[in-house]
């Protein structure tokens, strides 16, 4: 009896008429899915601890090591073919809407001051700033010059380089000023416009660096070592948990059919939702249980009638 059974489903399952009932029945469900609230339809504790335990239960450390070096290496090379901007990618609307976003601060914030502060502060700005000064007297006096003026400079760099970063401190300062002063700030903004803009023009293989095959292994067994730093992956859960916490606040009391557009596309959610259900429902196991539940429940059903 239960070998009758198991060939029915088996048949059953891959039929059209099956594939059509389940359709239309997952299509009443997600409509009637989609008057309910989300509160009543997903049960937050279970998606929290999910998200909690996902990399420890699901997949393994080393495993999202690979995929996302192999995901890396993937994206590079299709990113090292396109020749078009991000600006060829967004509709002009959109570049005039990011526009005006930024047209809309009319000053730094609060605490740019400190922000500009510790750019200036770094060595490379020290080092910028030296060589565009020193740059500057040379300049000025091979005009005066011309025959022996830059040699002289030249073989005067160190010791004019270092009477120069005696007074950095001074220039930072006056730098940073410039820059947080009310009167200049809209130049500050212009430019921050200016290098977004910029950076959207720019060819998209541009962003990609240029690295060696040590590189790449460096890199290569940085992610690996990442992916396995207990307080690295503590951060992630915790964030992803933070995440879900606040997402589910926010939705909560909302009916899912706001949150989705379960209505409008029931059908074809419902065929897609198919397409993923019967494949499990074809598996051995999943078959076995389906006719073994029917066998049990044929007897109990015949007793009733």
């Known amino acids: 009896m239960r070998g009758a059974t198991n060939d029915y489903w088996t048949k059953r399952i891959r039929s059209t008429p099956f594939k059509r009932s389940l359709t239309g029945a997952l299509q009443t469900e997600i409509r009637a899915l989609a008057d309910a609230r989300v509160q009543d339809v997903l ?3 279970l998606i929290r601890g999910i998200i909690a335990e996902w990399d420890a239960r699901i997949v393994s450390p080393a495993t999202i090591a690979e995929l996302v070096i192999q995901g890396n290496r993937r994206a590079t090379t299709r990113l090292r073919r396109r020749v078009e901007s991000l600006s060829d990618l967004i509709e002009e609307r959109r570049l005039d809407d990011i526009d005006a976003l930024l047209r809309q601060f009319a000053a730094l914030p ?9 750019i200036m502060e770094q060595e490379f700005m020290r080092r910028l700033f030296t060589d565009l000064i020193f740059t500057a007297i040379v300049n000025f006096n091979q005009k005066l010059n011309p025959f022996f003026g830059a040699a002289a400079m030249r073989a005067l760099e160190e010791q004019i380089k270092g ?11 006056q730098a940073i000023a410039f820059a947080t002063s009310r009167t200049n700030q809209r130049l500050v903004l212009d430019l921050t416009r200016a290098v977004i803009r910029r950076l959207l023009d720019e060819p998209l293989r541009h962003y990609l660096l240029k690295t060696t095959a040590a590189q790449r292994r460096h890199g290569d067994a940085f992610i690996r070592r990442a992916a396995t730093d207990e307080k690295l992956v503590a951060l992630i859960r915790s964030a992803a948990v933070a995440m879900w916490d606040d997402l589910y606040g926010a939705i909560k009391q909302k009916r899912l059919g706001e949150v989705l557009q379960l209505a409008e596309n ?18 051995p196991a999943v078959r076995d249980w389906l006719a073994s539940e029917a066998s049990v429940a044929a007897p109990s059903t015949r007793s009733r009638t």
């Not at 609060?110 to 510790?118: C, K």
């Not at 009477?163 to 300062?173: G, H, N």
């Not at 059908?267 to 499990?280: D, K, N, S």
Request: glycine share 2%.
């Open 43 to 45: 049960d937050p504790t």
């Open 163 to 173: 009477f120069i970063r005696l007074f950095m401190p001074m220039l930072q300062q």
């Open 110 to 118: 609060p605490n740019a001051e400190d922000l500009i502060s510790g």
């Open 266 to 283: 029931s059908r074809w959610l419902a065929e897609r939702c198919v397409e993923f259900v019967l494949p499990v429902l074809a598996r």
